[in-house]
T-cell receptor, first 114, second 118 residues
Framework: KQEVTQIPAALSVPEGENLVLNCSFT??????LQWFRQDPGKGLTSLLL?????REQTSGRLNASLDKSSGRSTLYIAASQPGDSATYLC?????????????FGTGTRLKVLA | DTGVSQNPRHKITKRGQNVTFRCDPI?????LYWYRQTLGQGPEFLTY????????KSRLLSDRFSAERPKGSFSTLEIQRTEQGDSAMYLC????????????????FGAGSRLTVL
């Protein structure tokens, strides 16, 4: 059974710091991995999608990497800003008996202090 | 296209009542998912549709839960005889699976429907 773990569970950093969020998964047979952002009481917003054949994706100050063989992904946020404060979730898309299902981690709650 | 739309955004009900949530996905998205999220947790998979076919249903979904996607467009999630443990945010998401299309496989979420059972 696929399990997705995110470390740390919470993180507080001063503005301007570069930071790394970690995501690990137990079954490397994934189709893709997606990082999301969630603001309190809101839905999830997609940040980056990495296909299983890719090693990394970049969007602005965000860079996500994927190492399928070791079951890990990292989300790198450069020059953090107070507006980056949110919960960050990773999800893996696995294929089981022909159905495609996303399994989520519990998230990392990030607070960027001004 | 206004994205994934969910209604109602908030629902407060008494234990034992039935509630129904509606999700309107992005129009060309053929795959639709329902998730449940409680405070401090990641979303938990409930069920999944490919067009109008319900392909998988989590064992988390008791017989009191039912979901439909008639004609492969909007979807409804009904909870019968609600219990306090059903209080959660119910999230709907959709995606298109054809790899050659722009945005393929990007899972897009709605804002969620928050259920409070008193």
């Amino acid at each position: 059974k696929q399990e997705v773990t995110q470390i740390p569970a919470a993180l507080s950093v001063p503005e301007g710091e570069n930071l790394v969020l970690n995501c690990s998964f137990t079954d490397s047979a994934i189709y893709n991995l997606q990082w999301f952002r969630q603001d309190p009481g809101k839905g999830l917003t997609s940040l980056l999608l990495i296909q299983s054949s890719q090693r990394e994706q970049t969007s602005g100050r965000l860079n996500a990497s994927l190492d399928k063989s070791s079951g890990r992904s990292t989300l790198y946020i450069a020059a953090s800003q107070p507006g980056d404060s949110a919960t960050y979730l990773c999800a893996v898309l696995e294929i089981t008996s022909g159905t495609y299902k996303y399994i989520f981690g519990t998230g990392t709650r990030l607070k960027v202090l001004a | 296209d206004t994205g994934v739309s969910q209604n109602p955004r908030h629902k407060i009900t008494k234990r034992g009542q039935n509630v129904t949530f509606r999700c309107d996905p992005i129009s060309e998205h053929n795959r639709l998912y329902w998730y449940r999220q409680t405070l401090g947790q990641g979303p938990e998979f409930l069920t999944y549709f490919q067009n109008e076919a319900q392909l998988e249903k989590s064992r988390l979904l008791s017989d009191r839960f039912s979901a439909e996607r008639p004609k492969g467009s909007f979807s409804t999630l009904e909870i019968q005889r609600t219990e306090q443990g059903d209080s959660a945010m119910y999230l709907c998401a959709s995606r298109i699976s054809e790899a050659h299309l722009s945005g393929a496989n990007v899972l897009t979420f709605g804002a969620g429907s928050r259920l409070t059972v008193l």
